[in-house]
T-cell receptor, first 110, second 113 residues
Framework: SQKIEQNSEALNIQEGKTATLTCNYT??????LQWYRQDPGRGPVFLLL?????KEKRKERLKVTFDTTLKQSLFHITASQPADSATYLC?????????FGKGTSLLVTP | KAGVTQTPRYLIKTRGQQVTLSCSPI?????VSWYQQTPGQGLQFLFE???????NKGNFPGRFSGRQFSNSRSEMNVSTLELGDSALYLC????????????FGPGTRLLVL
């Protein structure tokens, strides 16, 4: 069956460091992958989209890579700030439906 | 543009009852998707409507149903509620094209007692 795996353990890093979050998938051939941020009690907010024929995408301090051979996406936040603390969700798309991972909680401490 | 709105924000029901949740998409968006979010299962896709037609469906029992109106507003209904239906129900809207960004509402928190 299709599976999307994100680190279930929270990631704690110090302000200014680079946070790297992982999204692995199996039994899936997504046409694209998206990353969302979710704060407690709120709906997810879109951050970045990367297509299957793209290796890397950047937006300000954010970078995402997509390796369809390894079936993995990495999400990087450089120069992290306490305001980046949230849960980050990866979502795989094929067609018009999105399937989400369970998310990884990131805590950035001053 | 106003964001996606969902009503009600909080709801308490008892087992066996039914519930209807409402979602108003961003103006101009024709696609509305519904998701269930629980701590154990994460965010799970329920169904997606585009131009009043269900275009995609997740793996949920028939107790979960939805519809979309001509103004793109959508409702989802859960009949014969079970304790396990307690969750945050999120709707998201998009223009409906391929690989589109989804814009989420704040969700409806449902508690089944």
């Amino acid at each position: 069956s299709q599976k999307i795996e994100q680190n279930s353990e929270a990631l704690n890093i110090q302000e200014g460091k680079t946070a790297t979050l992982t999204c692995n998938y199996t039994n899936y051939s997504p046409a694209y992958l998206q990353w969302y941020r979710q704060d407690p009690g709120r709906g997810p907010v879109f951050l970045l989209l990367i297509r299957e024929n793209e290796k890397e995408k950047r937006k300000e301090r954010l970078k995402v890579t997509f390796d369809t051979t390894l079936k993995q996406s990495l999400f990087h936040i450089t120069a992290s700030q306490p305001a980046d603390s949230a849960t980050y969700l990866c979502a795989l798309g094929s067609g018009y439906a999105l399937n989400f991972g369970k998310g990884t909680s990131l805590l950035v401490t001053p | 543009k106003a964001g996606v709105t969902q009503t009600p924000r909080y709801l308490i029901k008892t087992r066996g009852q039914q519930v209807t949740l409402s979602c108003s998409p961003i103006s101009g968006h024709r696609s509305v998707s519904w998701y269930q979010q629980t701590p154990g299962q994460g965010l799970q896709f329920l169904f997606e409507y585009f131009s009043e037609t269900q275009r995609n469906k997740g793996n949920f029992p028939g107790r979960f149903s939805g519809r979309q109106f001509s103004n793109s507003r959508s409702e989802m209904n859960v009949s014969t509620l079970e304790l396990g239906d307690s969750a945050l129900y999120l709707c998201a809207s998009s223009s409906g094209g391929f690989q589109e960004t989804q814009y989420f509402g704040p969700g409806t928190r449902l508690l089944v007692l």
